[in-house]
C-alpha cells in the first residue's frame, strides 16, 4: 500500500517558487515527479535518515526534507532545497 506524500505549506511555496525560477522546467518537474514516486513507495529506501525523524532525498536539482509517519502511511515534506 503506497504513501500519501504531502507537502507543508513551507514545502509548497519553496516548490513553486523554485519551479517558477527553473531555466527547465520540465527537467524540474519530472524530477520532482520522481522524488513523489519514490517517497510514496518507500520513503524509507528513497533517502537517508538525518536525525530525529527527519529524512532527505535528493534528485539534482530539488533536495526534499521529509517526515515519515508509518502507522498513517504518511510522508509529510517539511522542506525544498534547490542546489545549483
Known amino acids: 500500500m503506497p504513501f500519501t506524500v ?12 523554485a519551479w ?3 531555466a527547465d522546467k520540465k527537467a524540474f518537474s519530472v524530477a520532482e ?4 514516486r519514490l517517497l510514496r513507495n518507500d520513503p524509507e529506501s528513497a533517502g537517508r535518515h538525518l536525525s530525529e525523524g527527519l529524512w ?3 534528485s539534482s536539482p530539488i ?3 521529509y517526515e515519515i509517519f508509518p502507522d498513517d502511511r504518511l510522508v509529510r515534506v517539511t ?5 545549483s
Open 6 to 17: 504531502v507537502f507543508s505549506l513551507v514545502a509548497l511555496s519553496q516548490l513553486a517558487v
Open 56 to 58: 532527505l532525498v535528493q
Open 63 to 65: 533536495t526534499l526534507y
Open 79 to 83: 522542506d525544498v532545497e534547490i542546489v
Open 20 to 22: 517558477l525560477n527553473a
Open 33 to 36: 515527479e520522481s522524488l513523489e
